[in-house]
């Protein structure tokens, strides 16, 4: 009887070993609508929501001229400067990659400020800005330019009412513009630059930290930016 026990018992404890595994539960799903903020995404941070300018500071010298039309920024109407202040309010960079999808509509001009300050007034006086300015526009410094310090000159190296690729890169002392991937300004700040002889009425022009700002440039002026990301080096 003993025997019939002990083998009744080994053969339960042989049916338990074989017994299946039950299943993992299957990982936590994100939830509906969310996806990887651009934080997790190799360390590129988003910089425009595509519904309102949260995180954007205006300065309201024209009013009206930054406003969100179908999830992009539509920047016309008159002189005024948008500054990214970032979740805190309190952005700065000092190395970074750039990157937005711009598009200029005939005859329009705007620009990208690096390096810059809030300032209520005016063109900003600190940093440097890197040019947005369609073929028929007539400044003739051209997107993908770094302003007054190394142009492109007389021919915008993409056509109007197109979306095309916008990058900057800062690292030291050295400033990359990209368009559609291709190189358009590569240049290295000097060893005691000093941009009060070296350029005229542009005495804050030189590398220091600070934020990017998008200009609107003037009321016959129509330019969109979208997908803007910022990712520090």
């Given at each position: 009887?003993?025997?019939?026990?002990?083998?009744?018992?080994?053969?339960?404890?042989?049916?338990?070993?074989?017994?299946?595994?039950?299943?993992?539960?299957?990982?936590?799903?994100?939830?509906?609508?969310?996806?990887?903020?651009a934080?997790?995404?190799?360390g590129?941070?988003?910089?425009?929501?595509?519904?309102?300018?949260?995180?954007?500071?205006?300065?309201?010298?024209?009013?009206?001229?930054?406003?969100?039309?179908?999830?992009?920024?539509?920047?016309?109407?008159?002189?005024?400067?948008?500054?990214y202040?970032?979740?805190?309010?309190?952005?700065?960079f000092?190395?970074?990659?750039?990157?937005?999808?711009?598009?200029?509509?005939?005859?329009?001009?705007?620009?990208?400020?690096?390096?810059?300050?809030?300032?209520?007034?005016?063109?900003?006086?600190?940093?440097?800005?890197?040019?947005?300015?369609?073929?028929?526009?007539?400044d003739?410094?051209?997107?993908?330019?770094?302003?007054?310090?190394?142009?492109?000159?007389?021919?915008?190296p993409?056509?109007?009412?197109?979306?095309?690729?916008?990058?900057?890169?800062?690292?030291?002392?050295?400033?990359v513009?990209?368009?559609?991937?291709?190189?358009?300004t590569?240049?290295?700040?000097?060893?005691?630059?000093?941009?009060?002889?070296?350029?005229?009425?542009?005495?804050?022009?030189?590398?220091?930290?600070?934020?990017?700002?998008?200009?609107?440039?003037?009321?016959?002026?129509v330019?969109?930016y979208?997908?803007?990301?910022?990712?520090?080096l």
């Amino acid at each position: 009887m003993k025997s019939i026990q002990l083998s009744t018992l080994a053969a339960l404890a042989l049916l338990s070993a074989c017994k299946p595994a039950a299943p993992e539960a299957p990982p936590a799903e994100m939830p509906q609508g969310k996806a990887p903020s651009a934080e997790t995404q190799k360390g590129w941070i988003t910089m425009f929501n595509g519904k309102d300018l949260t995180g954007w500071k205006d300065n309201g010298e024209t009013p009206g001229s930054f406003t969100v039309e179908d999830g992009v920024i539509k920047v016309g109407n008159g002189r005024a400067h948008l500054f990214y202040a970032g979740i805190d309010g309190n952005a700065s960079f000092k190395n970074f990659e750039f990157k937005a999808k711009v598009k200029h509509m005939p005859g329009s001009n705007s620009g990208l400020y690096i390096h810059t300050q809030f300032q209520e007034t005016g063109w900003p006086d600190a940093g440097y800005e890197c040019q947005v300015n369609s073929t028929g526009h007539k400044d003739p410094k051209k997107t993908g330019g770094l302003y007054a310090v190394k142009d492109v000159l007389d021919t915008a190296p993409v056509g109007d009412d197109e979306w095309f690729d916008y990058s900057i890169k800062v690292e030291g002392k050295h400033i990359v513009i990209s368009i559609n991937g291709k190189v358009t300004t590569d240049w290295t700040e000097p060893e005691g630059w000093d941009p009060a002889t070296a350029l005229k009425n542009m005495a804050g022009r030189k590398l220091s930290e600070g934020t990017i700002a998008i200009q609107a440039h003037d009321p016959k002026s129509v330019v969109y930016y979208k997908d803007l990301m910022i990712r520090p080096l």
